[in-house]
Nanobody, 118 residues
């Protein structure tokens, strides 16, 4: 599965951004992760093939994950961005929820930087 994330940038607090990630193959579940400087990578949101979603508590109500497109494309709509959302955002895909939750993939695509200024 090849992953290409895009859509990041420098924004101000309160702004919105939509990230996109295209996967080749037929992933069952896809997820967005982020890694802030000096912190471990964390799972932000995930969506399975049936549309079921999960979010980390800090983004619930502000971020929305969705899937669509001919390819397996996953989006992350981020509203009301805060400086603490600043991170490199990555996507990945797996065959099980357990794999997405563990996040111990051997391969990560190129992430996209999101920087939120106050």
């Amino acid at each position: 599965v090849q992953l290409q994330a895009s859509g990041g940038g420098l924004v101000q607090a309160g702004d919105s951004v939509r990230l996109s990630c295209s996967a080749y193959g037929n992933p069952i579940i896809m997820g967005w992760y982020r890694q802030a400087p000096g912190k471990q990578r964390e799972l932000v949101a995930a969506i399975d093939s049936g549309g079921g979603t999960r979010y980390v508590e800090s983004v619930r109500g502000r971020f929305t994950i969705s899937r669509g497109g001919v390819k397996s494309t996953v989006y992350l709509r981020m509203n009301d961005l805060k400086p603490e959302d600043t991170a490199v955002y990555y996507c990945n895909a797996a065959r099980s929820t357990a794999d997405i939750l563990r996040g111990d993939f051997t391969s990560w695509g190129q992430g996209t930087q999101v920087t939120v200024s106050s």
